[in-house]
């Protein structure tokens, strides 16, 4: 009987509702979408289908009159949240520049091998860096701590930037998912986590690690005291890596393949190489 009167009801009016509705909600998940609102819209969304399941299967009638009036401020609450990342996505929206923010695999290449030039040069000399390689997570919030560059990547520059003596060393130098130097001289969370690889870590393999526990952001560490690199991945931090095993991760974790294996069996091979030089590096810490 319901099913014959939804055919029934059913017209072309209701099915363009149905699509302006549905592209709302697409819409706001492009905006939304590699943020660290999602996390936050995800927790919330479970909480609310797991406390309407308890009212439901044992008819708590007080917690269903909490939710049912709670979702109206639940609805004004969202935009409140994702004020930031819906303000960003009209701005683009509006300069009519959306498009896909994920460099090819080609310019990946390049960028791999222009920090792994530098990466090795500021080893040698013991130059301090920190370079952030933003992948699906938004780092605006930290690029806007900095001073916006926006350039091409390139060995050079990163060289220049963390040369000693000028003003944007201290700090992160950020690589955004367009694949470009967005700012020098940002400023990071520190980690928060007890449980560090070593004791006597300084502010820039903290920082490093900090990053990497609020997004999913790769962090490549130079020390300036003993000239090691290092990199942070997911709250971990893999140490003691010379240029060839700093560029080896980085192909394999940050979505390319190296130019000369293009094969399937050469990129698992990449990402072998980096679960084994983790799992390495996290015996001799033990």
């Not at 969202?78 to 701005?91: K, N, Y």
């Not at 001073?147 to 520059?157: E, H, T």
Request: some cysteine; proline content about 3%.
């Amino acid at each position: 009987m319901n099913l014959a009167w939804v055919l029934d009801s059913f017209s072309l009016t209701a099915l363009l509702d149905i699509l302006i509705v549905g592209l709302m909600f697409f819409g706001l998940s492009f905006f939304i979408r590699g943020t660290q609102g999602v996390a936050l819209l995800r927790g919330v969304v479970l909480i609310v289908v797991v406390l309407a399941l308890l009212s439901s299967l044992f008819q708590l009638s007080a917690l269903g009159w909490l939710l049912s009036n709670s979702l109206t401020l639940l609805l004004v609450a969202i935009p409140v949240i994702f004020q930031p990342e819906l303000r960003r996505g009209l701005e683009r929206l509006g300069r009519g520049v959306l498009r896909s923010r994920q460099p090819v695999e080609s310019q990946r290449a390049q960028i791999i091998e222009d920090v792994c030039q530098a990466a090795e040069r500021l080893s040698e000399r013991r130059h301090g860096a920190l370079i952030v390689m933003q992948r699906g997570s938004s780092l605006e919030e930290y690029i806007h701590t900095g001073i916006a560059l926006n350039s091409d990547v390139s060995a050079q520059l990163l060289l220049t930037i963390f040369w000693p003596k000028t003003e944007l060393h201290d700090g992160a130098t950020i690589i955004d998912a367009d694949g470009r130097i967005a700012a020098a001289a940002c400023v990071l969370p520190l980690s928060a986590s007890r449980n560090l690889p070593a004791r006597k870590l300084g502010t820039r393999h903290r920082a490093a690690l900090g990053i990497s526990e609020v997004s999913d952001a790769l962090c490549v560490v130079v020390s300036e005291e003993t000239g090691r690199i290092s990199i942070a991945d997911q709250g971990r931090l893999i140490l003691r890596l010379d240029a060839q095993r700093l560029r080896t991760i980085l192909h394999a974790l940050y979505g390319t393949t190296r130019p000369d294996s293009a094969a399937p069996l050469a990129r698992l091979r990449d990402q072998w190489q980096a679960f084994t030089a983790r799992w390495r590096d996290t015996q001799k810490q033990s």
